[in-house]
T-cell receptor
């Protein structure tokens, strides 16, 4: 597609429920990132996928968080047993292959998650 | 590990004032440096970038110069407009390891 597409754009869920957030990267982009932006906070790295390499999961805050990327394209971020502190904007981004250090990463508009 | 430190906000300026938002970094290897901007109600977008020392990135009247000796990438604009009100993020990406590290963001408010 023309840009990084995320869905849903807004999600309100009850504490304890599971949620899935979806990201469609730009066609041809092999690198995909998930970040979290909490109210008044900066960008918190969650996970990074690059081609067929093992993902960098070092930013996932707990084992309730997981992500997968199927077929090297679409990615799903899953949060199990949501807590109120999970409320944030979840941003997905993609970029071209890692060979070029200066590649721009392109962000989606984010999925606003509110846990009540 | 890599890290980015940028000046605390919010920054409030009058229209046509000079803007500087400081950004310093620590990185392994030789990073590429970026400024991203987030306008109210919109997603993050690239403002400018520089990939090697002494490079100057520029866009929309904003400039930043990659200073390896001071590990800095300060954002400047000579005359800000109300439409520049946004949150600005400094970021880096190290060669060979493509995770992008962001600063905490600096909110700029320009008043008429």
């Amino acid at each position: 597609g023309a840009g990084v597409s995320q869905s849903p754009s807004n999600k309100v869920t009850e504490k304890g429920k599971d949620v899935e957030l979806r990201c469609d990267p730009i066609s041809g982009h092999t690198a995909l990132y998930w970040y979290r932006q909490s109210l008044g906070q900066g960008l918190e790295f969650l996970i990074y996928f690059q081609g067929n390499s093992a993902p960098d999961k070092s930013g996932l805050p707990s084992d309730r968080f997981s992500a997968e990327r199927t077929g090297g394209s679409v990615s799903t971020l899953t949060i199990q047993r949501t807590q109120q502190e999970d409320s944030a904007v979840y941003l997905c981004a993609s970029s071209l292959a890692e060979a070029a250090r200066g590649d721009t990463i392109y962000f989606g508009e984010g999925s606003w998650l509110t846990v009540v | 590990g890599n890290s980015v430190t940028q000046m605390e906000g919010p920054v409030t300026l009058s229209e046509e004032a000079f803007l500087t938002i400081n950004c310093t970094y620590t990185a392994t290897g030789y990073p590429s440096l970026f400024w991203y901007v987030q306008y109210p109600g919109e997603g993050l977008q690239l403002l400018l970038k520089a990939t090697k020392a002494d490079d100057k990135g520029s866009n929309k009247g904003f400039e930043a110069t990659y200073r390896k000796e001071t590990t800095s990438f300060h954002l400047e604009k000579g005359s800000v407009q109300v439409s520049d009100s946004a949150v600005y993020f400094c970021a880096l990406k190290s060669g060979g390891y493509q995770k992008v590290t962001f600063g905490t963001g600096t909110k700029l408010q320009v008043i008429p």
